[in-house]
Structure formats: C-alpha cells, structure tokens
C-alpha cells in the first residue's frame, strides 16, 4: 500500500480538465446509448407487431430474430470482425464478387464508417431481445380493445397509435431501462472489434477505464466507474418518473 494517498477530488478534475480524451470517452458513450436504443426500439416494435398479426411461419422468426442476443458478445465481435476485415472479410468479397468494389470500406479503421459498423452489429445482436419483451407486452393487451376500434372505423395505423403504444408503455420503459444501462456501460462491442481504435475514436468510459486499471493507475479507473455510475443512476430514474406519470395518465 505504500504509495498510495487520498487526492480528494484531484482525479476527477483530471478527468474533465486536462485530459480531452476522457471527456471524449463520456460523450462517445452518452452518443453510443442514445443511438444504440434508436436502432433498436423502432424495428422491434414493428417486428414484434408483424408476428403478432398472425404472421406465417412467425415461430420460426422468432427464434432466428432472437438468436443473436443470446450469442456472448465476444463471440459476436470475433465473428463481425472478421467479417469486416477490409482485405480479407466476407462483406468485401462478396462486394468484389457482386462487382460493387466501388462500396468497399475500412470498415473498422476509417473514422467515416467505423462507428455505423459498430451500430449495425450492435443493432444485429439486440433487436430481437428488445422485441422479444414488446411480444410479452403485446400478448397481454386484449383483442376486444382492436375489435372495438375496428367496429368504430378506426385504421391500422389508428389502432397503433391509439391502443398498442399507450397499452405497451411498461414494456417501452423496461427496453429504455435496459438499453441506457446497457449503453452506458457497453464494453464488450467495443474492445473486441475495434479496442478503441482507430486512435481514440471509438474509445468509451468502459475502455478506458479498463485501460487505467490494467496500467495500475485504480484512482483514476475508480473515478471514472463512479461517474459512470452516477450518469447510469440520474437517467435511469428519470425515465422511469416520466414514463411511469405517462402510464398513470393513460
């Protein structure tokens, strides 16, 4: 233990003013939360929609839909990072072979496209997990509330907007809930396909903490996990206070 002395507050003023790349880091991971649950909500929601109506065959989307996400993550990252290899992955190939070279990418080390790379296998694992939780919120609405708006004249669209997104309130906070917590403390994505790179350009709070905390530096890993912490608890509890006085007046 020799060494080691209470600063105070000394590493998290470092943290927010003389190191940009933490600060980065903070708002990578806030942008990454935000995306992340955008991708995913709406093309579940609608997902689970059509298997719902009664679609043909709708057991086996399910399970194709959902298999990602019970995939680990490191697994997953393994896969797609070979895949996107720029000389010798499978999207380029099959680009090459299609003679559409003209939309090959660095898929993960040029700074235009690396983060819609990450996005769109985040996106791949997640949304049949999040659709899965709106077909439980679906099964429990009841089909006399659609048969009465259809008596009524009320359209497809009308029915959506009026009886399944007020009556799916719950399951829309439980998916906001786990994917800030998830965002906010995505790592596994991150470090598998592209460690940060390139650069610092996909770095998030997670990596470098880790980074600190391999490299012996616990003060300033711990400070940024607390801050971590505290960004995850305050919107966590926001979300859950303004979705559940939405419940409550619907």
């Keep these: 233990m020799t060494g080691i002395n209470f600063v105070g507050l000394q590493n998290y003023t470092e943290i927010f003013t003389s190191n940009k790349d933490y600060v980065s880091g903070i708002l990578h991971t806030l942008s990454f939360t935000v995306v992340s649950n955008m991708i995913k909500l709406v093309p579940a929601l609608l997902l689970a929609i059509m298997l719902q109506e009664g679609l043909r065959g709708k057991g086996l989307y399910r399970t194709l839909l959902y298999l990602p996400s019970i995939l680990p993550f490191v697994i997953i990252g393994l896969v797609f990072k070979s895949i996107l290899n720029y000389n010798t992955g499978l999207l380029n190939m099959v680009l090459d072979a299609l003679h559409l070279g003209i939309l090959k990418q660095k898929w993960l080390s040029d700074l235009n496209v690396v983060w819609k790379s990450i996005y769109g296998v985040d ?47 719950g399951a829309i906070m439980i998916n906001l809930v786990f994917g800030i917590t998830y965002g906010l403390k995505v790592f596994d994505i991150i470090y598998v396909l592209t460690n940060g790179g390139p650069g610092h350009a996909t770095e998030v709070m997670t990596t470098y903490s880790y980074q600190l905390y391999s490299s012996g530096q616990y003060g300033m890993s711990t400070a940024l996990n607390t801050i971590l912490l505290g960004i995850t608890a305050f919107i966590g509890i926001m979300v859950v206070r303004v979705m559940s006085k939405k419940e409550v007046q619907q």
């Design 123 to 169: 996106a791949w694992r997640g949304i049949g997990y999040v659709m899965t939780i709106f077909l439980a919120g679906l099964n429990t609405i009841p089909k006399s509330y659609y048969e009465a708006a259809q008596i009524d004249g009320a359209n497809f669209w009308q029915r959506i907007r009026h009886i399944t997104l007020p009556m799916l309130t």
